[in-house]
């Protein structure tokens, strides 16, 4: 079994402070997380992925998240926040259930970005 | 990018009227799925495929059937649409492997009266 928890269902900062979106995720075997953005009215977007290479990943538009397999979390940052950053973030971790692939996504966190 | 076509992009029905919903894809991938994105629930997987007439269900699959005759093609089904079904729809298509991610479509809003 697998799941994942989005400690925040919105977030608000400033552009150019930093961005901190939580996620603790609970799976019984190693799996790959991954995070997702959506904007307004659009599809998902894949931010970065972590598939057990290197614990920080980086991703797309500044982006970067650490593995954290003691504290079971994948939280994700930025340094400084832009106005086109405000959107919908996904975690979601990914692993076989019965020999298929079942991805699980958190509730979302709504990233507001102020000027 | 993944070519993740849905249709229609947007749909008004009468509750008790069947809908299907169409996914192509054009990029030969294995598993494809179904969701549904409701405010405060992020994405929920309706039925899944990881193959050609190889499907499963997911968390929220009652009042919804899929079929899958080819590789490109996914079809979900509301037999009986009811207003609890009025969401947006999701198709996403991927390898299957691990470390495989998700291609998404645009979505499908459906408004059942």
């Known amino acids: 079994a697998q799941s994942v928890t989005q400690l925040d269902s919105h977030v608000s900062v400033s552009e150019g402070t930093p961005v901190l979106l939580r996620c603790n995720y609970s799976s019984s075997y190693s799996p790959s997380l991954f995070w997702y953005v959506q904007h307004p009215n659009k599809g998902l977007q894949l931010l970065l992925k972590?598939?057990?290479?290197?614990?920080l990943v980086k991703g797309i538009n500044g982006f970067e998240a650490e593995f954290k397999k003691s504290e079971t979390s994948f939280h994700l940052t930025k340094p400084s926040a832009h106005m086109s950053d405000a959107a919908e973030y996904f975690c979601?971790?990914?692993?076989?259930?019965?020999?298929?692939?079942?991805?699980?996504f958190g509730r979302g966190t709504s990233l507001i970005v102020h000027p | 990018d993944a070519g993740i076509t849905q249709s229609p992009r947007h749909k008004v029905t009468e509750t008790g009227t069947p809908v299907t919903l169409r996914c192509h894809q054009t990029?030969?991938?294995?598993?494809m799925y179904w969701y549904r994105q409701d405010p405060g629930h992020g994405l929920r997987l309706i039925h899944y495929s990881y193959g050609v007439k190889d499907t499963d269900k997911g968390e929220v699959s009652d009042g919804y059937s899929v079929s899958r005759s080819k590789t490109e093609d996914f079809l979900l089904t509301l037999e009986s649409a009811t207003s609890s079904q009025t969401s947006v729809y999701f198709c996403a298509t991927g390898q299957g492997a691990q470390i495989g991610e998700l291609f998404f479509g645009e979505g499908s809003r459906l408004t059942v009266l």
């Open positions: 972590y598939t057990s290479a290197a614990t």
């Open positions: 990029e030969n991938h294995r598993y």
């Open positions: 979601v971790v990914s692993g076989s259930s019965g020999g298929s692939y079942i991805p699980t």
